[in-house]
């Protein structure tokens, strides 16, 4: 029997009006040339954001009336063990929109449990951030806000339009953690290679060079390619599991993303796939090089102008064994 | 206490003379078809004597009688709650677990939190408890694990629960006490969080994988268990409740049951079921305790003559096991625990041991598959005289109604989840066919079957009187919300006796206790109002229930009626407060 591929999936977080559909329309209606299921949940009896959702052609499933985290993971597990069984419609690339309300980690736990481990791949798990009204939740909500926040990926702060320079990094302040990988925007305009990485990874699609020249802000979609650096890490030479999960863990926060091979002392005869996608790191051993010379191959994107080659390249050459 | 040995048997007569106690002038309402009105009653060796008129009572008035003036309050036969959890709610709390005590807790405060439990406890023990939030750890830019955990107390197991209870975060003793490494499997309902490269567990455990810890780790302690229950039964006692179920029991859940039956504060007869999944808390030797070992706690109070099943799941999370397709899907039917054969096997088997079956069957398509097995039952072994019971019967299909009544099963109901609440509505997800046949209660009994209630705490309140109101309006008790959810009321006669004679019947000694007859278990409860004059609704569910007698025995008394004299009460005083 033929392993089917992996599907990623994105989890789009965030409080209530946070931006969530915005940017998930976004999505939707961009070119990405992927199969897409989406899968909204709504706290509430009438599943509201089902209806905004805009997009005709992709699949949607609506999990009404509870939330998501909690009341609903049944549901979750079933539609998703459905949809991983219906071999004519089996999506490319799934999203999930949790609630406003939604602890998010629950539904991450959900996609980590045995049985989909195989068949899923969270790609990345966006929380997006209000930043004209999140400075103002108290008690439980902040609670709520905050786990939101600590299971993110990548944080989307929208909205920034709407506030000054001085709320932004009073917000910050008072709400992000160090480690945080940071986007700031408006009207959810996130660029897509952050959300779908991982989808094009494994169509084939390569990382291209940033060319040097400067680039103001970007302000559409078209724009975003201006927004990034690449970097690249390569070597013969096995690595440390140790030092590199070290200096993984040590990127700048302006990185959001990285991913290749690597040779890896500790899973000899084993290639091992590297991804990061904001906050989280993955390394995971795959079969054997099929007779190829083993290599590490490291490609980093990182916010442009933050990337230090030098500082890059020293680290992880004192990952070398 | 003296009753607890003067026990009867073919050849030795009861106590013979006077009444022990007896009570006149009230507004009796005895539940009995014969005589449903009486004024006074009669007590002696635990028994009534005597029902009928004051006047009726003269001759059995002794020198050492006592006599108590009703001066015309309201009696009832006293109350039976047939599903509920008072130590899934109260031992946690009572177990004397380490508790962090702040909103977050910063890694710091959980670190010292653990060493300060670990001085208070010394020797090698277990430090389990909560909480610890993932948030506050990546504020500190450090990671929730084992080597996080081994770097804080390296030398005895420590198990901590995060805030959300999605995870608990152990240390690399937990592990190896638990037996958990890299070769253990994942359970169904959770993970263990694994080091990708090396497979070796972090120290992160999800959802169903911390029952691996808790399997490991020494059970509820007796005393938080014995606090739980003592306090349980004086709440029910204090609420009119003199025959309960406690669903979901294991060996030392029992063993606290037993010791506070033997000191005699014990003031309500238990029906304890013995789990028999993993699924609340692991059970060791359950078959020990089915096959034979129950018999130990049996008592005139006590028994653990039943078994419980999870037989699907909840209609919350649609895992509800249904007849037909949920609804917006073609093909979930919602989530069966056990394969058909399994329930099949187990119900016939427990009948045979004379074992009562308490199967949850939230869906219609589960209390379908119940009835079957317990009729395959009464095909193999005949009727056992075992009444079988069909928890929660959220919603039943209507072919099923008339089954109740021929194959002796008691349906059993929450009455708290049909009146209009927040609660009733986030439960209303069966779809509007289905919700029209949820909560059958009426449908139930009209099919001449027997329905009773659970108050299913901590799922609703322990307190049955907010049930018993909904019985009779269905409607929101304490006017939060108006109109009516789905389903009939029933009359205050058929609510009554729903909540009397219904439950004595539920277990097994409907011929001598349920209502007030002569011969049967002196059991009745004094009101502060009236039920038969009073607006059933915003009235019932704040009735104070002032006297409870069980057995003869005054298990509380609210005023102190009868403090300082041979019949002073098991409880009075202010209730616990839950």
Not at chain 2, 253 to 281: P, Y
Request: with cysteine; charged share 20%; proline share 5%.
């Amino acid at each position: 029997m033929s392993r089917q591929a992996t599907i990623p999936v994105t989890l789009v977080s965030g409080f209530l009006g946070a931006g969530k559909t915005t940017l998930l329309n976004r999505i939707l209606t961009s070119d990405h040339g992927l199969r897409m299921a989406v899968m909204v949940n709504d706290f509430g009896a009438i599943n509201i954001d089902s209806q905004l959702i805009v997009s005709q052609t992709q699949t949607t499933l609506s999990l009404a009336n509870g939330c998501i985290c909690c009341t609903v993971e049944s549901d979750l597990i079933e539609q998703l063990g459905r949809m991983l069984d219906d071999r004519v419609n089996r999506p490319e690339y799934i999203i999930i929109e949790a609630s406003g309300v939604s602890n998010p980690s629950k539904i991450a736990n959900t996609l980590r449990y045995p049985q989909f481990r195989e068949a899923l791949a969270i790609d990345s798990i966006l929380t997006v951030v209000d930043a004209e009204q999140f400075g103002d939740l108290q008690g439980e909500m902040a609670q709520l806000a905050m786990e939101q926040l600590d299971v993110a990926d990548i944080i989307v702060l929208n909205k920034t339009d709407r506030v000054s320079r001085e709320q932004l990094d009073a917000l910050k302040a008072r709400w992000l953690y160090p480690s945080a990988r940071l986007l700031e925007c408006a009207h959810g305009d996130v660029p897509l290679e952050l959300v779908l990485g991982v989808g094009r990874h494994q169509a084939g699609w390569r990382l291209r060079p940033v060319p040097a020249t400067a680039g103001k802000l970007a302000t559409g979609p078209e724009d975003h390619s201006q927004l990034f650096d690449t970097w690249s890490f390569s070597s013969e030479r096995p690595l440390s599991l140790k030092a590199l999960r070290a200096a993984l863990a040590a990127l700048p926060v302006e990185i959001y993303r990285a991913k290749g091979v690597c040779q890896i002392a500790e899973a000899p005869g084993k290639r091992c796939i590297v991804h990061v996608v904001g906050n989280r790191t993955e390394i995971k051993p795959e079969d054997g090089w099929e007779g190829g010379a083993p290599y590490t191959q490291l490609i980093f994107i990182g916010r442009r102008g933050s990337i230090d080659g030098a500082a890059l390249q020293a680290s992880f050459e004192g990952c070398l064994v | 206490m003296d009753q607890h040995t003067d026990y009867r048997s073919s050849n030795v007569p009861g106590p013979a003379g006077a009444a022990d106690l007896v009570l006149t002038n009230g507004r009796i309402y005895t539940v009995d078809a014969a005589n449903y009105w009486a004024e006074a009653v009669a007590i002696r060796g635990g028994r009534f004597i005597a029902v009928g008129g004051s006047a009726d009572m003269d001759g059995l008035i002794g020198p050492r009688t006592q006599v108590l003036d009703l001066k015309g309050r309201f009696v009832m036969p006293g109350l039976y709650d047939m599903h509920t959890h008072p130590d899934l709610k109260l031992a946690p709390g009572y177990a004397g677990y380490l508790e962090v005590g702040l909103e977050d807790p910063t890694p710091e405060q959980v670190r010292q939190a653990i060493l300060d439990y670990a001085a208070a406890h010394p020797g090698d023990g277990w430090v389990y408890g909560q909480y610890f939030v993932r948030y506050t750890f990546k504020q500190a830019g450090l990671v929730p694990d084992r080597a996080w955990l081994d770097s804080v107390l390296p030398d005895r197991p420590v198990a901590i629960l995060d805030r959300s209870w999605g995870c608990m975060m152990v240390n690399s003793k937990a592990l190896e006490l638990a037996g958990i490494d890299a070769e253990t499997l994942d359970p169904r309902h959770g993970y263990i969080e694994r080091d990708s490269v090396t497979g070796e567990p972090t120290g992160i455990l999800v959802d169903g994988a911390y029952a691996l810890i808790h399997a490991a780790m020494p059970p509820t302690p007796q005393h938080a268990l014995k606090r739980a229950y003592r306090e349980g039964v004086w709440f029910q006692s204090g609420h009119g409740v003199v025959g309960t179920k406690y669903v979901h029991v294991c060996e030392h859940r029992l063993n606290a049951l037993k010791s506070i039956d033997q000191v005699g504060e014990l003031s309500v007869r238990v029906e304890a079921a013995i789990s028999w999944q993993d699924d609340i808390f692991p059970v060791k030797r359950r078959w020990e305790l089915l096959a034979g070992e129950r018999h130990y706690y049996r008592s005139a109070r006590l028994n653990a003559n039943a078994v419980k099943f999870h037989f699907d799941g909840t209609h919350e999370s649609r895992s509800s096991y249904l007849s037909s397709a949920w609804p917006g899907d073609e093909s979930w039917r919602g989530h069966l625990n056990m394969t058909p054969e399994h329930i099949t096997d187990m119900v016939v088997d427990m009948d045979r041991r004379g074992i009562r079956v308490i199967a949850h069957c939230t869906g219609d398509g589960a209390s379908d598959l119940f009835l079957d097995a317990v009729a395959e039952a009464r095909r193999r072994n005949g009727y056992s005289g075992v009444r079988h019971q069909c928890a929660h019967s959220t919603t039943l299909l209507d072919a099923n109604l008339p089954r109740f009544a021929e194959l002796n099963v008691t349906a059993e109901f929450s009455p708290v989840g049909w009146f209009p609440s927040s609660f009733a509505y986030a439960r209303a997800v069966f779809g509007e066919d289905r919700m029209q046949r949820a909560y059958n209660f009426k449908g139930v009994l009209e099919h001449g079957g027997v329905a009773v209630m659970g108050t299913d705490w901590p799922v609703s309140s322990i307190n049955p009187w907010i049930g018993f109101e909904a019985m009779v309006t269905r409607e929101n008790p304490f006017g939060e919300e108006a109109g009516c959810f789905y389903g009939q009321p029933i009359s205050l006669e058929q609510a009554i006796r729903v909540m009397t004679l219904n439950g004595a019947w539920c277990m097994g000694i409907e011929d001598k206790a349920g209502s007030i007859e002569v011969g049967k278990s002196a059991d009745l409860i004094v009101l502060d109002r009236n039920l038969f004059e009073v607006e059933p609704k915003g009235n019932i569910h704040n009735a104070q229930v002032q006297l409870t007698l069980l057995e003869g025995e005054v298990t509380w008394d609210r005023h102190g009626e009868f403090a300082g004299t041979a019949h002073a009460a098991t409880w009075q005083g202010e209730l616990p407060n839950f």
